[in-house]
């Protein structure tokens, strides 16, 4: 079992910046990925972007590249979103998730077998 505890969340004027930040606890062992997803009110859950656990390959979705940074704490087994630019489209729940088949898609929601609870990220205008 894999416990996922985000954390940072809130509100924020256009423009500015959070870091989200994401907790892992219980298995480690053969951990393939984390990644970040949000859902906005009435649609579906997105990506956002992933990291590879071991060797640390980043992906990140058009809508957030070159704005948001995925990176990652092996020792603390954290992981982390940096949100610069900020717009009130970014407004959603952002989940984080984590991924034990290596080589799986990434961008993909059925890659991943463990979900955080979600933080609510609100961007004002």
């Known amino acids: 079992q894999v416990q996922l505890v985000e954390s940072g969340g809130g509100l924020v004027q256009a423009g500015g910046s959070l870091r989200l930040s994401c907790a892992a606890s219980?298995?480690?062992?053969?951990?393939?990925?984390m990644g970040w997803f949000r859902q906005a009110p009435g649609k579906e859950r997105e990506f956002v972007a992933a990291?590879?656990?071991?060797?640390?390959?980043?992906y990140y979705s058009d809508s957030v590249k070159g704005r948001f940074t995925i990176s990652k704490d092996n020792a603390k087994n954290t992981v982390y979103l940096q949100m610069n630019s900020l717009k009130p489209e970014d407004t959603a729940v952002y989940y984080c998730?984590?991924?034990?088949?290596?080589?799986?898609?990434?961008?993909?929601?059925?890659?991943?077998?463990?979900w955080g609870q979600g933080t609510q990220v609100t961007v004002s205008s």
């Open positions: 219980g298995r480690t062992f053969n951990r393939y990925a």
């Open positions: 990291v590879t656990w071991n060797v640390g390959i980043t």
């Open positions: 998730a984590a991924d034990h088949r290596a080589g799986s898609l990434l961008r993909q929601r059925s890659s991943y077998d463990y």
